[in-house]
């Protein structure tokens, strides 16, 4: 049991690897406009997961010494971009002696966490898919940008020899997460190593303009970037749970599957880097 809860702490320590997005142009600089104007904030927002049913969801509360928000302030919950459900609040659900430890929906009656309910009539969400509990306010000033996902797409050449540019290094692998409906990409690169540590980036492509978050691996080849990864990093690992922009940038709330669990965070534009606004951790790892 210690090897699984040391797993878990170490799969929420990976989160943190979503922290700098840099350079779109399309959207103004957060310096330029009021800081309250679209910024989104941990106090407003948890991760959650579905039960069995679909009709009830446990809030992950996480490392208890980060910001997280009154439960009773929540009072929807976002499971595609741009839509979303009213929940109500039922209670604090302490874990039980039969509890496996994972964050899955065979495990949610067992699990510790905060307790709402589907309010919505005739609602009804996927089972075990992770989901963003809101306040009312909480992506006030957002437009929403609807997206296809698409694991099987891929950058044209004339973006991979910009990315190459930018990060002075040759792209090895690479494909689409995303494509919003006005023309926004998103998708996962990985490079060639050379002398140098592993590299991986996120990134966000514009009408030309790029942003980039990277993940700087170890040498590690079974667990380069996350724990028996086998040193692969390809767009089926990642899942947009929403996207949307602001005047205060662009945001994104990123899935990252791995072989124990799940990442979870959200993640907005603040100049020409993204800040972590919050963040979570489903461990999995099968029993």
């Excluded at 989104?40 to 959650?48: C, P, S, T, V």
Aim: glycine fraction near 10%; charged fraction near 20%; hydrophobic fraction near 40%.
């Amino acid at each position: 049991m210690k090897k699984h809860i040391s797993a878990f702490l170490l799969l929420v320590l990976c989160v943190p690897l979503f922290a700098s997005f840099a350079g779109a142009t399309a959207v103004p600089s957060p310096a330029k406009v009021s800081a309250s104007i679209g910024e989104l904030r941990a106090d407003q927002l948890m991760f959650g997961y579905v039960d069995p049913s679909g009709k009830q969801i446990l809030g992950l509360t996480g490392n208890p010494e980060k910001i997280h928000p009154a439960p009773k302030t929540l009072t929807s919950v976002l499971y595609a971009s741009g839509k979303a459900f009213r929940v109500a609040y039922v209670k604090h659900q302490k874990a039980s002696s039969k509890s496996s430890y994972r964050q899955s929906a065979a495990n949610f009656k067992f699990d510790e966490g905060e307790l709402f309910k589907l309010s919505s009539p005739g609602s009804k969400l996927k089972s075990d898919a992770s989901v963003l509990l809101q306040t009312a306010t909480a992506f006030q000033g957002h437009s929403f940008l609807t997206f296809q996902s698409e694991q099987k797409g891929k950058f044209n050449a004339k973006t991979v020899k910009a990315i190459e540019k930018a990060k002075n290094r040759k792209v090895a692998t690479q494909g689409l997460i995303a494509t919003t409906t006005n023309g926004v990409q998103i998708g996962i690169v990985k490079f060639v190593q050379g002398s140098g540590k592993p590299l991986a980036s996120l990134v966000l492509v514009d009408r030309g303009s790029m942003v980039f978050q990277d993940f700087v691996g170890s040498n590690d080849p079974y667990s380069t970037w996350r724990v028996d990864d086998g040193g692969e990093m390809g767009p089926e690992l990642f899942h947009l749970i929403f996207a949307s922009s602001s005047k205060a940038g662009y945001a994104l709330g990123v899935e990252w599957y791995g072989a124990e669990g799940t990442n979870l965070s959200v993640i907005q534009q603040k100049g020409t880097k993204f800040r972590v606004v919050t963040e979570a951790g489903r461990y999995q790892a099968p029993l």
